[in-house]
C-alpha cells in the first residue's frame, strides 16, 4: 500500500493514534468530499477560502476565475494548507467534557501550481464527472472566452495526513452510571430529489445518472 512519510508539519500530534497516511485512506476521504477550505496568507493577512475540489491520481485539484484574489495568489507559488472535513456522526457522552463528533479529515499542504492551458479542458471534464459521472456528454463544454478565463491549479498530496475518529463515547469510569444516554448520533449527507430548472424545456426527462446520485 502507498505509504506517505509523514513530515514534521504533516504528521498528527493530538491523539497521534488517529492518524493516517496511506495514499489508500487519503485519497478514500477525499473522493467522498466535494468542498475543501484553503489558506494561505495574502498581503499579510491569513485567509481561509471554501472552494470545490477533485483528485486526480496523486494531485489535488482546484478552479476559478483568473481574476480571482485566491487563484491569482496561488499561481505565484506561495505555500498553503488544505483541509476536507466530513462529519459522520455526533458522540454523547454522559459528561460535558468527552463529548466529541466522529468525522474523517485531510489536511494537505505544499504549493499549488497552475496547470497548462492546453490541459485545462481535460481538468475541467474531469472535475464535472467527479460531480456527476456521465454529466459532460450532455452539457456545452467551455468556449475559448470561458477557458480564458479560468484557471486551474494543483497541489501534490505528497505532505498529507488523514485523522479519523469512530465509535462511542470514551466515558470515565467513575461516570459510567450516570443516568444519562449515551452514545452516537450519526450524521449522514446526501442529494434529494433533483428539482427542475422552471424554464425546462418540455421532454427532457432527468438522466439516469443523477437518478443513481439521489439513490445512493
Known sequence: ???IAPSPRSRVVRVGDRGHYDAATLHAILDAGYV???AFVHDGQPMVIPTAYWREADHLYIHGSTKSRMA???ATG???SVAVTLLDGLVLARSAFHHSMNYRSVVAMGVFEKIPDEH???ALEAFTERVAPGRWADIRAPNRQEMKGTMV???PLDEASAKIRSGPPKD????MAIPAWAGVLPFTQGFAMPVPDPQLGAG???PDYLRTLTSR
Open 172 to 175: 470515565d469510569a467513575e461516570d
Open 1 to 3: 500500500m502507498n505509504q
Open 72 to 74: 491569482m495568489a496561488l
Open 153 to 155: 491549479l494543483r497541489m
Open 120 to 122: 485545462k479542458m481535460a
Open 36 to 38: 475543501c477550505h484553503v
Open 78 to 80: 506561495i505555500p498553503a
Open 204 to 206: 427532457v426527462a432527468l
